[in-house]
């Protein structure tokens, strides 16, 4: 069975800080790292996602680092607020998405 | 959300029974998902479909059939329900493949077998 693995599993800062989530990979086909947030009673939704033949990407105050000899990559939430509080998920892929089990973010003021 | 609407958002039922779980999009995308999400599991592919009537199996397959006769629903059956698919189900769309295109989730359906 792929696997993604993520971590940690929950994780607290305060505001403006920078919380950093984890994941790795097993199946070097995969070639599509997206991240998904996810509100309480929403569905997940994509936030921002990375292709194995860049390092990086930032999208606002979100940023991918992807470390492809590492088979890892990570989220990095610069200046956070206590709206991202919320669950999220990297997933990766190429037919089919495998999910980590996900991050419970909260932020406090 | 891509106007993906899920039926009933809540259920009970008992084990044994059988459940239908039901999917709608108004966005005329292609390819149509049934997730699962469990504490300490993340989310789980069930099965999913590339058209009408094109479907394969995902990664927690066993125990649930899908239908899909139009391209805007999606139909999640459980044949005879069991505690362990106690979950919350996720429908979701893409307009192409999943690493070229992201994937629209609706808000889920609870489900309880008890």
């Known amino acids: 069975q792929q696997q993604v693995k993520q971590s940690p599993q929950s994780l607290i800062v305060q505001k403006g800080g920078i919380p950093i989530i984890n994941c790795a990979y097993e199946?070097?086909?995969?070639?599509?790292f997206p991240w998904y947030q996810q509100f309480p009673g929403k569905g997940p939704a994509l936030l921002i996602a990375?292709?194995?033949?860049?390092s990086e990407k930032k999208e606002g105050r979100f940023t991918i680092s992807f470390n492809k000899s590492a088979k890892q990559f990570s989220l990095h939430i610069m200046d956070s607020q206590p709206g991202d509080s919320a669950t999220y998920f990297c997933?990766?892929?190429?037919?089919?998405?495998?999910f980590g089990k996900g991050t419970t973010l909260s932020v406090s003021s | 959300d891509a106007g993906i609407t899920q039926s009933p958002r809540h259920k009970v039922t008992e084990t044994g029974t059988p459940v239908t779980l039901r999917c709608h999009q108004t966005?005329?995308?292609?390819?149509m998902y049934w997730y699962r999400q469990d504490p300490g599991h993340g989310l789980r592919l069930i099965h999913y479909?590339?058209?009408?009537?094109?479907?394969d199996k995902g990664e927690v397959s066993d125990g649930y059939s899908v239908s899909r006769s139009k391209t805007e629903d999606f139909l999640l059956t459980l044949e005879s329900a069991t505690s362990s698919q106690t979950s919350v189900y996720f429908c979701?769309?893409?307009?192409?493949?999943?690493?070229?295109?992201?994937?629209?989730f609706g808000n889920g359906t609870r489900l309880t077998v008890t």
């Open positions: 997933a990766a892929g190429y037919s089919a998405l495998i």
């Open positions: 966005e005329n995308h292609r390819y």
């Open positions: 479909s590339y058209g009408v009537k094109d479907t």
């Open positions: 199946n070097t086909a995969f070639d599509y």
């Open positions: 990375i292709r194995p033949d860049v």
């Open positions: 979701a769309t893409s307009t192409g493949a999943v690493d070229n295109s992201p994937l629209h």
